[in-house]
């Protein structure tokens, strides 16, 4: 359990930087070609891992592991949800600021939560339960950002918000098809296809517009490679391997934690301004976290 919780603070902590760096990058590349980048460059990379890997041996141990028609689904939908995660993530970053993003697209923890909950029928008590409400709050404060709802209609910044909102939901089935596929394989034999497959999904993207936003760097699209082996590479790989053993639930509350790390990169980084509402939005949606992974749930028996 301590190899996989810190597996997951990693991947927590990677993930927590790259937003500011993708907002850089955006200043010079397109969404759908940053997103297609990051994707194709993770595929390459983990792809060849994946060839160069021994299976892990088939035994009875390992009664969840799907039959190859139902591993292909479970696939295709974790490809499509990282593929159009990263398209809209990236088009919220251009619209929103860092921290309001960052906080926004962990809608997607609800999805694993509820996996985890209704599915697998992970234990929810009453801490858990208050800790992820928290979250919604946290969540609510920084989209509504004390406008009136006209004016919150009209902003760019709401547009920005939803759009991260969209973006983490995708990113939680994706999480989930890695849940449900991980039984008894590797854990690059599952991120490695889910790679490909979003590199396809945000490939349309990147062929609906030009490529470059300003002026070619060759700086930027190192940071831009750099993002796909490390964020989308290492990170996946990461928090995938530490599935095995984390629950579902715990899983979604602790990559809650981001966003803060995200927040306090871009205010010192990019001197990105924190609102009050940002301010207290952000911290809540953190205490939730904490909340819900002291509450940990008992392993059910038989699961």
């Known amino acids: 359990m301590?190899?996989?919780?810190?597996?997951?603070?990693l991947a927590v902590l990677i993930w927590g930087v790259q937003p500011v760096v993708i907002k850089l990058v955006l200043a010079f590349f397109s969404i759908g070609f940053a997103a297609f980048v990051r994707s194709a460059v993770a595929a390459l990379l983990f792809g060849m891992v994946a060839l160069l890997s021994r299976p892990p041996p088939?035994?009875?141990a390992s009664p969840s592991r799907l039959s190859r028609g139902r591993l292909a689904l479970w696939l295709v939908i974790g490809g499509t949800g990282m593929g159009l995660g990263n398209v809209l993530w990236n088009a919220s970053l251009t619209r929103t600021t860092v921290g309001a993003s960052s906080v926004l697209q962990i809608s997607g923890n609800a999805v694993i939560a509820l996996y985890g909950i209704l599915i697998l029928h992970e234990r929810c008590n009453?801490?858990?339960s208050a800790g992820l409400l928290a979250s919604l709050g946290g969540m609510f404060i920084v989209s509504w950002n004390g406008q009136g709802l006209a004016a919150l209609a009209a902003s760019q910044y709401f547009q920005g918000n939803m759009l991260a909102i969209a973006s983490g939901v995708a990113w939680g089935l994706c999480a989930v098809a890695q849940k449900v596929s991980v039984p008894g394989r590797s854990s690059v034999s599952v991120v490695a296809p889910i790679f490909a497959i979003s590199a396809l999904a945000s490939g349309g993207a990147a062929l609906s517009g030009p490529v470059l936003a300003a002026d070619f760097?060759?700086?930027a699209l190192v940071a831009l490679v750099l993002t796909g082996l490390l964020g989308m590479g290492l990170g996946n790989v990461l928090f995938t391997e530490s599935m095995r053993t984390v629950t579902a639930s715990v899983a979604a509350a602790s990559l809650a934690a981001c966003p803060l790390l995200s927040l306090v990169c871009a205010t010192l980084l990019l001197h990105e301004p924190a609102?009050?509402?940002l301010l207290v939005g952000a911290p809540l949606t953190c205490a939730g976290v904490v909340?819900?992974?002291l509450s940990e749930p008992a392993a059910v028996p038989g699961r």
């Open 2 to 9: 301590v190899r996989a919780l810190a597996f997951l603070l």
């Open 58 to 60: 088939t035994s009875a």
């Open 126 to 128: 009453a801490l858990r």
């Open 217 to 219: 760097s060759a700086a």
């Open 275 to 277: 609102t009050a509402y």
């Open 291 to 293: 909340a819900a992974i």
